[in-house]
């Protein structure tokens, strides 16, 4: 594709939203609608040019996590029109066409995008705009066409009368233009409507006297929803939500319920997994084949491998699971939680930054914090590691073929030697030996095994 510009608008507030921040950086998927869009934008153009004006710095700071890209400031919001003129100084220098993308529509196809601007290309076309049929157009600028089935008027909402309310067929808000026609047309743009704005659309009066206007019509009215309000957040959501379940669906996962499986669009799930309902996946997490989820976990930033068991009720974040381990019910695997493979960790079990060796078990009612486990370890029912002294956090070691009894507390920093085991109830405040038992409260060394 030819060397493409891409405006994307951002400067509004979004007032429909009723939020104290800017629309554009409300989540879509787990990602900001802005994101979303510099993505997309990055993907096919030479350089990306955002308009920011209203919260401008949490605007950039976001945008900038998601692709390369320059700001221009609209301190005022006067209309989309104004807006792409702030970004005068980057349309004089380009000569290829130039892309507009609205930051609040952020479910367009990259195929969507590169078909305008081919179409735009082959047709020398002044100004390509996408539209869609839409069942209820409300709140979307009105396409008018001629006797010729061209475009004669993009009418917006503030702006219609009840004939003109009744058209169906919208603007996307998503266009290209040549740049000479766009640069030249801005010039001449004015403010005479009902919202006293310099609307973008208004530009296609100057160009189509000069060159062709082309309308073209998405396949799918759903990819250029605009986000307004939180309804059409909601509806965003749910129109991601559906893609992605199936996707996956299509790849070989069950979701048992699918409209109850909420999964953010980088997540990864292999085949022959089985999702029980109310699962939440989100961020990077990556789910190896045959492993079963749920019902009701949640998934931050994990990997699973294969054949792993997560029961009901856990949550697991920043952490690792090995294959043919088993976690849960109810287990809380927090940041930095590594278990090896085949181990188990039961019921009410909560992990924080800990390694749990091969074949270990932590079966029940147990805090591990800052841990280092061997295998064949078994940690007994209600073990607590108390890591924190009210200053500083400390390790716990246990090496290979630990037995921990029910109840223990393990005061670190501690380390329990190979083959060593407390006794129920024991409060351990200092390493243990290799092969011994301690027991008592302080434990003391009991006999040998
Ligand atoms: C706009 C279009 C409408 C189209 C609809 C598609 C105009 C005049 N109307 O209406 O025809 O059907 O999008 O969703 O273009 N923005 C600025 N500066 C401004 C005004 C807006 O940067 O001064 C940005 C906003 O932040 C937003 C985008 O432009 O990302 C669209 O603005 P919005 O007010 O939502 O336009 P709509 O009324 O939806
Ligand atoms: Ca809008």
Same mark, same amino acid.
């Given at each position: 594709m030819t060397e493409v510009l891409t405006v994307i608008l951002a400067a509004g507030e979004g007032t429909r939203m009723k939020s104290s921040r800017n629309k554009v950086l409300h989540?879509?998927?787990?990602?900001?609608?802005?994101?979303? %869009? %510099?993505?997309?934008?990055?993907?096919?153009?030479?350089?990306? %040019?955002?308009?920011?004006?209203?919260?401008? =710095? /949490?605007?950039?700071? $976001? +945008?900038? *996590?998601?692709? /390369?890209l320059e700001f221009v400031r609209q301190d005022r919001q006067l209309? $989309?029109?104004?807006?792409?003129?702030?970004? @005068? =100084?980057?349309?004089?220098?380009?000569?290829?066409?130039?892309?507009?993308?609205?930051?609040?529509?952020?479910?367009? #196809? !990259?195929?969507?995008? $590169?078909?305008?601007?081919?179409?735009? &290309?082959? =047709?020398?076309?002044?100004m390509t705009i996408?539209?869609? /049929?839409?069942?209820?157009?409300?709140?979307?600028? =009105?396409i008018v066409r001629d006797s010729s089935g061209g475009i004669k008027a993009v009418v917006e909402e503030h702006d219609t009368d009840s004939e003109t309310a009744a058209i169906r067929e919208v603007n996307s808000g998503i266009?290209?233009? #040549?740049?000479?026609?766009? *640069?030249?047309?801005?010039?001449?743009?004015?403010?005479?409507?009902?919202?006293? /704005?310099?609307?973008?659309?208004?530009?296609?009066?100057?160009?189509?006297k000069r060159a062709p206007l082309i309308p073209l019509k998405a396949e799918d009215p759903r990819e250029i929803l605009g986000i307004n309000d939180r309804a059409d957040l909601a509806e965003a959501e749910g129109i991601l939500q559906k893609r992605i379940r199936q996707?996956?669906? +299509?790849?070989? %996962? !069950?979701?048992?319920?699918?409209?109850?499986t909420y999964?953010?669009?980088?997540?990864?799930?292999? &085949?022959?997994?089985?999702?029980?309902?109310?699962?939440y996946f989100k961020g990077s997490t990556r789910i190896g084949s045959g492993s079963i989820i749920g019902p009701g976990c949640q998934l931050d930033n994990a990997k699973i491998a294969s054949e792993v068991r997560v029961r009901q009720g856990s949550i697991i974040i920043g952490s690792q699971v090995d294959s043919g381990s088993t976690v849960g019910p109810y287990a809380y695997l927090r940041p930095g939680t590594e278990i090896a493979e085949s181990c188990r960790i039961g019921n009410f079990? @909560?992990?924080?930054?800990? *390694?749990?060796?091969?074949?270990?078990?932590?079966?029940?009612l147990s805090y591990v914090g800052d841990a280092t486990i061997g295998s064949s370890c078994n940690v007994g029912a209600g073990t607590i590691f108390a890591n924190y002294d009210g200053e500083n956090k400390h390790q716990t070691v246990l090496e290979d073929e630990v037995f921990v009894g029910s109840n223990t507390t393990l005061v670190a920093p501690v380390k329990l030697g190979r083959g060593s085991s407390t006794g129920a109830g024991s409060v351990v405040t200092k390493d243990v030996e290799d092969n011994s038992l301690v027991l008592g409260v302080p434990a003391r060394f009991y006999r040998k095994k």
């Open positions: 989540k879509l998927g787990g990602k900001p609608l802005i994101g979303h %869009v %510099v993505g997309l934008a990055a993907g096919i153009s030479e350089k990306v %040019v955002c308009v920011v004006g209203h919260q401008a =710095r /949490e605007v950039k700071k $976001t +945008a900038s *996590r998601y692709g /390369e209309g $989309t029109g104004h807006a792409v003129q702030q970004a @005068e =100084r980057y349309i004089a220098e380009h000569q290829g066409p130039i892309l507009i993308l609205y930051g609040d529509i952020p479910l367009i #196809n !990259t195929s969507t995008l $590169t078909g305008l601007v081919t179409e735009h &290309q082959n =047709r020398q076309a002044g996408l539209t869609a /049929e839409m069942d209820d157009p409300a709140g979307y600028g =009105r266009y290209c233009f #040549n740049s000479q026609l766009l *640069r030249e047309a801005l010039k001449q743009l004015d403010n005479d409507n009902q919202q006293g /704005e310099y609307y973008l659309p208004d530009t296609m009066h100057y160009i189509s996707k996956h669906l +299509a790849s070989g %996962v !069950t979701l048992l319920d699918p409209d109850c999964i953010e669009p980088g997540v990864e799930i292999e &085949q022959d997994v089985i999702i029980y309902p109310g699962s079990v @909560e992990l924080k930054k800990s *390694r749990v060796g091969r074949g270990s078990k932590v079966p029940h």
